[in-house]
């Protein structure tokens, strides 16, 4: 696998730098692969914008930031439309269409994630579980299992059964993409 | 302020990773800083040893990844005997004097990390936030307002108080190693 580039943004609250923080585990843990996750805060922070890269491949990585993401996973319109200038081209684009609803492409890949865990579990903070469920189908980057076991060592056992079934609803959701509906 | 180089590392389970993310937190949106907070995992991840880095500066940060760190905070004997060579020439060493019993050099900062968490909280898991509020003290990096405000985003509301003393009793501990006890 050569590099590859993931970057996840949202607004602060969603979960962002926790889902990156899984996503790496998973990949670099579990799946044994070389990974480097990354936080960058600069003087817009505070705008409540946030944003995590996830670099993985089975080579080293020298440069750990994502240059050009092959995917940007887009939780709010603000990321959608700050980080879209980046994606490699022919990159994929995730968006919880919950939030965005201005989308740059009609190529973007549209999944309700809050929408979903707010049906669900009466609870939009498993928006970013979902989200990794449907992002491990629709890349291929990381195996169930290891999102499953990193998922699980980085939340509390209070909610292991609710973030079991975020992740199925968001393999279905990607299922669902991919077969045309 | 130039740029600043952290190195976090500890065993699986203490809570390095969480410690990153809070002091970047910190330093980048509630301090207003330029910050990069990077985890990498490679082939040896699986040993359970796990590090975190955050690069804190006034300018923009070029290179997200700690080159030569200014400090080495150790939680386990591993992690202090991986590490130490990377340190900085006249860097600083703060170690977790429960794990850390062979020192590498007599001008390593001892101070019981999960000791003071287990006396004083019954639960290990609380010597990632004392550390960071002796790291706070003792580099200065970051203030501890932002430290604060950092533990509370980032931690459950039930555990709130206790971060509160926890961030408090690693100053304390910090000061006490200043003051030559």
């Known amino acids: 696998m050569e590099r590859y580039e993931i970057r996840l943004g949202g607004s602060g609250g969603q979960g962002i730098i926790l889902a990156g923080v899984i996503l790496a585990e998973a990949a670099g843990i579990y799946d044994g692969r070389f ?19 996830v670099v993985i491949s089975d080579d080293e990585i020298d440069y750990p930031k994502a240059i050009k993401p092959d995917v940007l996973l ?7 439309d700050t980080y879209l200038f980046d994606l490699k081209p022919n990159g994929m684009l995730i968006v919880d269409s919950t939030f965005v609803r201005q989308l740059p ?24 579980i979902v989200a990794l469920g449907a992002l491990a189908i629709l890349t291929g ?15 509390p056992p209070s909610s292991a059964d609710m973030n079991k079934e975020a992740i199925s609803a968001g393999i279905e959701a990607a299922r669902n993409i991919l077969k045309g509906k």
């Open 35 to 53: 990974v480097c996750q990354t936080q960058s805060y600069g003087p817009e922070a505070r705008g409540g914008a946030s944003k995590a890269e």
């Open 74 to 80: 887009a939780m709010s319109q603000k990321s959608c």
């Open 105 to 128: 492409t009609s190529k973007a890949l549209q999944i309700p994630f809050t929408q979903i865990a707010r049906d669900r579990f009466g609870k939009e903070i498993a928006a970013n």
């Open 141 to 155: 980057v990381v195996s169930l299992k290891s999102l499953e076991a990193a998922v699980k060592n980085r939340l």
